[in-house]
């Protein structure tokens, strides 16, 4: 089961500054960086996670994060066509993969991930969507489809909206935005893991 607030961040720093406050499962999302950045970043932000006990995620470097020894990562639907998913599977590396409509849900079932990540629930300024907020009747749709499969919800989530995420049947909410872009990303993390751990 994941934990039911799920970090995403774009650096190792990030990371440090955060698992102090109750983080225990990050993303680190690393885009447009050379490679040997992306090795130390992801080196840097599997031993801060194993120092807290924190689950880290990495976002589409499947290769560095299984060169670093990290259990966690997620593809989007473009990687899966390119992700060794045997060799990560010999590793006994799990992985979660993004959804947006049926014939991506069809596909993420068919390599039977450990999480489906669900979105945009809301509208979203992280980056250009090409498709709609779902909304949270999708969120109680997906859940039913997937089953125990572990269910993320992403997109447009801020504090005052987790609640109904979870509750409509979200097994965890994920967060960028609504923490980095904040006066006191610190305090914000704190208020999301009071927030979310009356759900678990």
């Not at 970043?41 to 120092?51: G, P, S, V, Y």
């Not at 949270?136 to 489809?145: G, M, N, S, V």
């Amino acid at each position: 089961m994941l934990d039911r607030f799920y970090l995403i961040v774009d650096s190792a720093a990030w990371i440090a500054r955060l698992l102090p406050c109750g983080v225990r499962l990050a993303q680190l999302r690393i885009k447009n960086q050379p490679d040997a950045t992306i090795r130390a970043e992801i080196k840097e932000a599997n031993a801060l996670c194993e120092r807290h006990g924190a689950k880290l995620v990495v976002n589409d470097h499947w290769q560095q994060a299984m060169d670093a020894g990290c259990d966690f990562i997620h593809l989007g639907q473009g990687d899966l066509a390119t992700a060794d998913l045997a060799a990560i599977r010999r590793a006994g590396v799990r992985f979660g993969v993004s959804t947006h409509d049926e014939a991506e849900l069809s596909r993420a079932l068919d390599v039977s991930p450990d999480y489906i990540a669900l979105g945009p629930i809301y509208p979203t300024i992280l980056k250009a969507m090409a498709f709609a907020p779902q909304g949270l009747p999708r969120i109680a749709e997906w859940k039913k489809k997937i089953g125990k499969t572990s269910l993320v919800g992403i997109g447009g989530i801020t504090l005052d909206r987790v609640a109904e995420v979870l509750q409509a049947g979200a097994d965890s909410a994920a967060v960028v935005s609504d923490i980095a872009r904040n006066a006191d990303p610190e305090q914000r993390a704190r208020d999301w893991v009071k927030a979310t751990r009356r759900f678990t």
